[in-house]
């Protein structure tokens, strides 16, 4: 069964950064397409950035610089590291990946950055 789990969130001032991390079982992460999204209260969840599964990147236009997703093959996870942080990034950080058509979800974690 594949399951992805996200950790890492918390409370940050402006201008921080912190780490997010997503481990993953029953699935090779490197062999699948991989992404973070987050969702902010009373909006969509939103493509924050991504792994293709031919291991290229895209990242939102509002974390280009900013953000960067990255992996670790042997260890099976991925990461986002941001830095520079904004209160409106503030929201709910979700890992997710695809399997044989099925998108397997993290229950998330919370990222708050204060003013």
């Known amino acids: 069964q594949v399951q992805v789990v996200e950790s890492g969130g918390g409370l940050v001032q402006a201008g921080g950064s912190l780490r997010l991390s997503c481990a993953a079982s029953g699935i090779i992460l490197s062999l699948h397409s991989m992404g973070w999204y987050r969702q902010a209260p009373g909006k969509q969840r939103e493509l924050v950035a991504n792994f293709s599964s031919d291991g290229s990147t895209q990242y939102a236009t509002s974390v280009k610089g900013r953000f960067t997703i990255s992996r670790d093959n042997a260890k099976n996870m991925v990461y986002l590291q941001m830095n520079s942080l904004k209160p409106e990034d503030t929201a709910v950080y979700y890992c997710?990946?695809?399997?044989?058509?099925?998108?397997?979800w993290g229950q998330g974690t919370q990222v708050t950055v204060s003013s």
């Open positions: 997710n990946t695809e399997f044989l058509g099925e998108l397997f």
